[in-house]
């Protein structure tokens, strides 16, 4: 007796293809960058250093300039901190496209939208050329420092790296043996 005949399914394509990875690299970056720079603008020409409740005392908007890294991290260093950012900005612009999964892309888009995103203040905001102070503007409870959005993404895809690296991921792509 015959077997009926199975009807084979189209293959579904599971992986990007690596212009679609890059796409989504460089645009994440561009408009993370972009929307952290036209926040601070607004921040600058709307805030001072008074609290304004956004939801309460939930989320609180307040203009504040940063000469270190988080948490106070390097207080007083800034071009130090400046050569960091220029530094992962770089290894980023040069690595991000070589990831080989989509998730990794988002990432890399993150990260290098931060890091940008913070770089340009330390390298074109006063006090100095490449020892500017960061624009920071969104605060929450808890005694937590004052961030913006560059921070917020760059948060995010540590965050999401390191999950992925606990999910077996190798950094960048591919499963770890």
Known sequence: MRKPRQKRLPRVKTTATKRQRIAVFAILAISIVAIDQLSKYWAEANLSNQSIPVIGELLQFR?????????????GAT???TLISFTASTLLIVYGPRVKTMSWAVVAGFALGGAAGNLIDRAFKPPQFLNGWVVDFIQIPFNFPIFNLADTFLVSGVVLAILLTLRGDEIGGGRAK
Request: aromatic letters at 18%; hydrophobic letters at 70%; proline letters at 0%.
């Open 63 to 75: 203009l504040a300039y940063n000469n270190a890294a988080a948490f106070s991290i390097g207080l």
């Open 79 to 81: 071009w130090i901190l």
